[in-house]
């Protein structure tokens, strides 16, 4: 089974800037998309960012000029860029990769553990 394993979340002032990693514990020969969700407290899951096949990069409104998405195929890792962080921003961050082939075989939905983001003075 391949996993996906988030690190990089924290406290930060409003403001501030962290950047979040995703690794995967196999490598990955192709992938439908992967990107990263959050939940906030109450809230339902929502989409911040998908790296699609097609090399086109799915960002939502709330995070557009402040977020960037990007991949090292080397290093098998996605990350997250976040700059000018808002309280707003808090939340758990997921990992999400869709119909991914790998050596271990093929798997559609995989979710990382979640890493928080907390964004206060």
């Known amino acids: 089974q391949v996993q996906l394993v988030e690190s990089g979340g924290g406290l930060v002032q409003p403001g501030g800037s962290l950047r979040l990693s995703c690794t995967a514990s196999?490598?990955?020969?192709?992938?439908?998309?992967m990107g990263w969700y959050r939940q906030a407290p109450g809230k339902q899951r929502e989409l911040v960012a998908s790296i699609i096949s097609d090399g086109n990069i799915d960002t939502a409104d709330s995070v557009k000029g402040r977020f960037t998405s990007s991949r090292d195929n080397a290093k098998n890792t996605m990350y997250l860029q976040m700059n000018r962080l808002k309280p707003e921003d808090t939340a758990v961050y997921y990992c999400?990769?869709?119909?991914?082939?790998?050596?271990?075989?093929?798997?559609?939905?995989?979710w990382g553990q979640g890493t928080l983001v907390t964004v206060s003075s």
């Open positions: 999400h990769a869709d119909a991914i082939a790998t050596p271990l075989g093929a798997y559609r939905d995989v």
């Open positions: 196999a490598r990955i020969w192709s992938f439908n998309a």
